[in-house]
């Protein structure tokens, strides 16, 4: 998969922004001055009346957007995971959770993946924070083109939306040809008899490599990619740890209250199965390139490999 092009889902939020405001002038974008990194100044340029720079003021940003929403607007607020979910944590919670306003919060620079920025950028638990609150949709898209479609269905859904976004560039593996994106199904990308990974975020692609590996070693893996972390998909979840009786979720995000967390308790409550989680320990991260980072962790294909193989013996 190597020859794939390689777009950081920032930057495929960034160009779905902009299309979809052409259609809809409901839709106001804030970032709290990251709009380079974060990639709405590709919309602010297009709909600069329709673009406001907060600021290094995340919690203020927040609030702004709930007011902007009970006004019949779609506010969607931007800034890296650390700052929009630790910052404005509150805000979210009480402002836009509380009222169930249709504020949609799209944070980039999630995970371990940010890099050489380490550990204060490192947001390793935004998924956590963002599942606790009532009525929030929690999204992970893996790759271009289903961020593009991830924020295009968000127009349809009510209520507070959290879409976690990165930095590093990933292999763009769906194709309009191949690709049907429906928000609360998990999509079977792989059959297998022996064991089901659910994997969401960049971690997609790597555990495909995984799986392919995993064959050569006598292992059929099931691929399941989460792109939803709540709502879950619960029949899908249930169905596939039916199937093979073992389960691994992989993620860029803390195994303390992230997709981990999300697919243990479905499972403890339909369908009690064995389950390996892989992803960041109870721990913070370090600085260094994001590559060898993942390699580090392992939670490259290679690191996936060496776990799932573990487990099954």
Known sequence: MSELKRIATRQSYGEALAEIGEKDDR???LDADLAESTKTAIFGKKFPDRFIDCGIAEANMISMAAGLATCGKIPFCSSF???ATGRA???IRNSVGYPHLNVRICASHAGISVGEDGATHQCLEDISLMRN?????????ADDLETKECIKALMDVEGPCYVRLGRLAVPAYNTPENYEFNLYEAPILR?????TLFATGLEVIETLQAAEELKKAGISAQVVNVHTIKPIDVDTVVACAS???KVVTIEEHSIIGGLGSAVAETLSEHCPTKQLRIGIKDQFGESGPALKLLEKYELDAAGIYKQVLNFMK
């Open 191 to 195: 059959e297998g008899t022996d064991v």
């Open 133 to 141: 609150i009532p009525g929030m949709t929690v999204l992970c898209p």
């Open 89 to 91: 944590y509150e805000q």
């Open 243 to 245: 199937k093979t009786g």
């Open 81 to 83: 995971a650390m700052f």
């Open 27 to 29: 839709i106001v974008v």
